[in-house]
Structures are given as structure tokens and as C-alpha cells.
């Protein structure tokens, strides 16, 4: 949540704080709610579900590189660079792992453009059963 308090999206900063509430009540089966709740529990896109796990161990503040995981063999470097460059930004720099072509880092031109990217990218079904994973990345490449 600290993380995310005053960042930059689509030109204006969000602020997140904890809620008065502590829980949210869905609505009832069948009754009308206007699409304003939604429960993510069993979402794909829920990554940190499980305290812990090794998602939960690796969430880094937003910045202008990315970490892409689940990337199919078959994909090249410039596949992935049309890719992110399709979400609006400028791709500065693109690293596979040396030991893992499977994960690559990916800098943006700037953190609020690496935002919208891992908003529109993470998730992405890159293939058949293949849906790329985008997070915040602690390290750097130039």
C-alpha cells in the first residue's frame, strides 16, 4: 500500500489508505450492484494470495523497470519489445536472464509508463497456456 500512495496514473496521483472498514460486504446473489465490487480471491491476476510464497517475497516499489516471468521459449526480444511499446510507452532497455530465457527485465522511459505497461501487459496471454507475468523489478539494467 506504500508503495502505491501519491504514484502517478494517467496523469494524476492516487492516494491509498487503510479503510474504516474492516471488511467489504458484496452484494447478495442476484442483487443489482452497479459493477462497484468485485472479489479477486481466485483471480489469475491475484498473485499475492498466499503470505509468504515467493510472489509475496518480491513486491518492490514502482519503477521504470519491469521483471517478465513465464515467457514462452518460442518469444523473441523484439516480440516482447512491440509488445510494451503497443501500451503507449518507450522501451529504453530489454535483458533475458542469462540462465533463464523463461524471465527478462524491461525498462520503460519512465516509472508512470512502466505502470500503465504492467497494467495492460500482466496477464497477457503470450500463447496457448502461457500468460506473462509483469512485476516491479528491484534490479536495474541500463
Known sequence: MQHLNNLR???KNIRVTLSKHNQVQLPKEGQPDAGLTKDFTASPLHRFKK??????LNIYPPSDTLHLS?????TTEEELIDLFTST????QAFKFFAK???MALLKMSSTEEAVHALIKMHN???SGSNHLKVSFSKGQIS
Do not use: T
Not at 513465464?70 to 518460442?74: D, L, Q, W
Not at 503507449?88 to 522501451?91: D, F, M, P, S
Open 100 to 102: 533463464d530465457r523463461k
Open 70 to 74: 513465464n515467457i514462452p521459449a518460442s
Open 124 to 126: 497477457y496471454q503470450l
Open 9 to 11: 496514473v494517467w496523469g
Open 51 to 56: 503470505p509468504g510464497s515467493k510472489n509475496f
Open 88 to 91: 503507449g510507452g518507450a522501451v
